[in-house]
Nanobody
Framework: VQLQASGGGLVQAGGSLRLSCQASGNTVRNLAMGWFRQAPGQDRDLVCVISWGGDTIYYADSVRGRLTISRDDALNTVYLQMNTLKPEDTAVYYC????????????????WGQGTQVTVSS
């Protein structure tokens, strides 16, 4: 499975962005998918996860209520709608996929996409 993230950019605080992660090479229908982010000089942090089937979703406390993850298995794509963005959301965002959603908590995911830069100006 290859993952291609897109949709990053520069936005003012309070603005919105929508990230997309297009999978190719195989279906992701049976994979949990999620997003990590890494700010300069910091560790990579888990942002959110959606289980295969979409019935279980996890959000980090720092983004809950502002970011929404969703998936469209027919399009082999996962989305991250980002609203009310803050300067502290500035980071490179990585999409990822793996068999079990629980593996996201340790960062032990099998498939990684390249990052997409999100910059939020104050």
């Amino acid at each position: 499975v290859q993952l291609q993230a897109s949709g990053g950019g520069l936005v003012q605080a309070g603005g919105s962005l929508r990230l997309s992660c297009q999978a190719s090479g195989n279906t992701v229908r049976n994979l949990a998918m999620g997003w990590f982010r890494q700010a300069p000089g910091q560790d990579r942090d888990l942002v959110c996860v959606i289980s295969w089937g979409g019935d279980t979703i996890y959000y980090a406390d720092s983004v809950r209520g502002r970011l929404t993850i969703s998936r469209d298995d027919a399009l082999n794509t996962v989305y991250l709608q980002m609203n009310t963005l803050k300067p502290e959301d500035t980071a490179v965002y990585y999409c990822a996929a793996t068999a079990s959603a629980i593996d996201f908590s340790s960062g032990s995911v099998r498939y990684w996409g390249q990052g997409t830069q999100v910059t939020v100006s104050s």
